[in-house]
Nanobody, 113 residues
Framework: QVQLLESGGGLAQAGGSLRLSCSAS????????VAWYRQAPGKQRDLVAT???????AYVDSVKGRFTISRDSAKNIIYLQMNNLKPEDSAVYYC???????WGQGTQVTVSS
């Protein structure tokens, strides 16, 4: 059974940084494209960043230049490095394997002004 587990969320001040991790069991993440999403209270779940099996990355405009998605194949983890955080980045962050339609349980990120 494939499972995803996010970690690394928490409370940060505006301008600060957090690094989220998405680890997997039951599959090798390097064989999949992986996406990070986020959902703020009362809002829809939105795509934030993606990384393909070939390490091509893409970002939503609002996080370009601040967030970096990366892959550590040896550890079977996908990271989302978030720098220069803003209060509007506050949300529950989820990782997803689109090829298997699997989501993690999410990790809360709260950015104070």
């Amino acid at each position: 059974q494939v499972q995803l587990l996010e970690s690394g969320g928490g409370l940060a001040q505006a301008g600060g940084s957090l690094r989220l991790s998405c680890s997997a069991s039951g599959t090798t993440l390097s064989n999949h494209g992986v996406a990070w999403y986020r959902q703020a209270p009362g809002k829809q779940r939105d795509l934030v960043a993606t990384i393909t099996t070939g390490a091509f990355v893409a970002y939503v405009d609002s996080v370009k230049g601040r967030f970096t998605i990366s892959r550590d194949s040896a550890k079977n983890i996908i990271y989302l490095q978030m720098n220069n955080l803003k209060p509007e980045d506050s949300a529950v962050y989820y990782c997803r394997l689109p090829s298997l339609e699997i989501w993690g349980q999410g990790t809360q990120v709260t950015v104070s002004s």
